[in-house]
């Protein structure tokens, strides 16, 4: 057996392990965990402290979809900026770690999926809230205030 041969499949749980890692780095989660941190006090006020632990929780899930798939979008549109700046230069579709078109599905998928889970789990109304704010975020936010600043 060649070295290749015996080397290969020792590579290739390093290989998904690294996909893995740049799929989640799309997804910004420490900008998430910002924007959760806030999401259980703000539900606790609005309700005089009596909510559901199920329905945190589910909102939670939702919320974590809905800004891992704005988050994964906003690389797709800014990966031409990121790959110039210092700051950013390491984000996956900077340094080619994530096709492009594939980091598209999956922020689209996050975004539908945080969309039929709200709805799902807590109204539709959550999920529409959701959709509007990606949608604000992407095409408001990332495409012309950002662009705006370059």
Do not use: Q
Not at 31 to 36: D, H, K, N, R
Not at 120 to 139: C, E, H, K, M, P
Request: net charge positive.
């Amino acid at each position: 057996m060649s070295v290749r041969g015996r080397l290969a499949p020792t590579r290739v749980p390093g290989r998904i392990r690294g996909t893995l890692l740049a799929y989640l780095a799309l997804t910004k989660p420490r900008v998430i965990e910002l924007l959760l941190v806030t999401a259980i006090p703000a539900m606790l006020l609005a309700d005089r402290g009596h909510v559901n632990p199920l329905l945190i929780l589910n909102t939670l899930i939702g919320g974590i979809l809905a800004a891992g798939g704005a988050n994964t979008l906003n690389c797709v549109a800014d990966a031409d900026i990121d790959k110039l700046m210092k700051r950013t230069a390491r984000r996956p579709l900077a340094r080619a770690a994530v096709p492009t078109r594939n980091a598209l599905v999956f922020g689209l998928a996050m975004t539908g999926g945080s969309f039929c889970w709200l709805w799902w789990t807590t109204n539709l109304l959550s999920g529409l809230l959701a959709l509007g704010t990606v949608a604000f975020y992407v095409f408001i936010y990332t495409l012309e205030i950002g662009r705006a600043h370059v």
